[in-house]
């Protein structure tokens, strides 16, 4: 029996929509309380639970309105199927990612979304970098390639249109080379490891966020600055996300959120 599209499982301070799930410290509690019927009224909302405290972060959330990039349950602080074995994260998610990569995403600041999906995060990624900036966001399914540029038309058709945000196929565990190194890459799966492509494209004083572990087990969201041309890791907290893989075991990883 098909299981109800509106199943939810809830674990503390977590929130599991049937195989797709999403979890958080318990300092992240508040977060699942941060739905709203509105963009506006979602990021007001995570505000007031202390996601993010940087103006600039709350300014392009509020730029860029999360209904142009998921027709199910925009503005519930959940994740939501967009197909292809994928989901658009958690807006809590969205927000704390933005939170510790803002002091990386400044006026001309160069930064990469692996796993880029419905391309919502890019575009606020690409809001924080200003004119003179560069988003690259990639993901390996051209059909949410497609979708993420379809979804950016809606209302954000300059930033493609200027080569500000570029949306493009490729296998994010190779990153993406671009005339420069990133201030900033943000990874939307989880990695069993950090791949070294993306240590090599990260800049000198650059940072990555990155879910790391393997699938279904122990997996964390990691900080990884460069300083000095050293590595340093900093656990944030526990999370749960869909794996970072090949193209066709992704498609093999269906959820009810699919049908």
């Known amino acids: 029996m098909r299981p109800s599209a509106k199943l939810l499982i809830r674990v503390p301070a977590c929130l599991c929509l049937w195989k797709t799930c999403e979890c958080a410290s318990p300092s992240f509690d508040m977060a699942w309380r941060s739905s709203s019927n509105s963009n506006a009224g979602l990021v007001a909302n995570l505000k007031k639970a202390s996601l993010f405290t940087d103006p600039r972060v709350e300014q392009a959330m509020l730029a860029v309105?999360?209904?142009?990039?998921?027709?199910?349950?925009?503005?519930?602080?959940?994740?939501?199927?967009?197909?292809?074995?994928?989901?658009?994260?958690?807006?809590?998610m969205h927000a704390a990612?933005?939170?510790?990569?803002?002091?990386?995403?400044?006026?001309?600041?160069?930064?990469?979304d692996v796993g880029s999906g419905s391309g919502y995060l890019a575009v606020c990624m690409a809001k924080m970098v200003g004119r003179t900036g560069k988003v690259v966001g990639v993901d390996h399914i051209p059909q949410l390639v497609e979708l993420s540029i379809?979804?950016?038309?809606?209302?954000?058709?300059?930033?493609?249109?200027?080569?500000?945000l570029v949306l493009v196929e490729g296998d994010g565990r190779l990153g993406y080379k671009a005339d420069r190194q990133y201030n900033a890459i943000h990874v939307?799966?989880?990695?069993?490891?950090?791949?070294?492509?993306?240590?090599e494209q990260l800049a000198e004083g650059g940072r990555m966020m990155i879910p790391v572990g393997p699938n279904r087990g122990d997996q964390v969201f990691l900080q990884v600055d460069k300083i000095n041309g050293q590595i340093h890791k900093k656990v944030i907290h526990?999370?749960?996300?869909?794996?970072?893989?090949?193209?066709?075991?992704?498609?093999?990883?269906?959820?009810?959120?699919?049908?």
Do not use: C, W
């Open 97 to 112: 990612a933005l939170e510790y990569l803002k002091n990386h995403l400044v006026e001309g600041a160069y930064a990469l």
């Open 150 to 164: 379809d979804n950016t038309k809606k209302h954000h058709a300059d930033m493609l249109d200027s080569g500000r």
């Open 238 to 259: 526990g999370v749960i996300y869909v794996p970072l893989t090949s193209k066709e075991k992704q498609l093999g990883i269906r959820s009810f959120l699919d049908f």
């Open 65 to 92: 309105d999360r209904g142009d990039f998921t027709p199910s349950h925009p503005y519930e602080d959940s994740p939501q199927g967009i197909g292809y074995g994928a989901t658009i994260s958690a807006p809590h």
């Open 188 to 199: 939307g799966a989880a990695a069993e490891k950090i791949p070294d492509a993306l240590i």
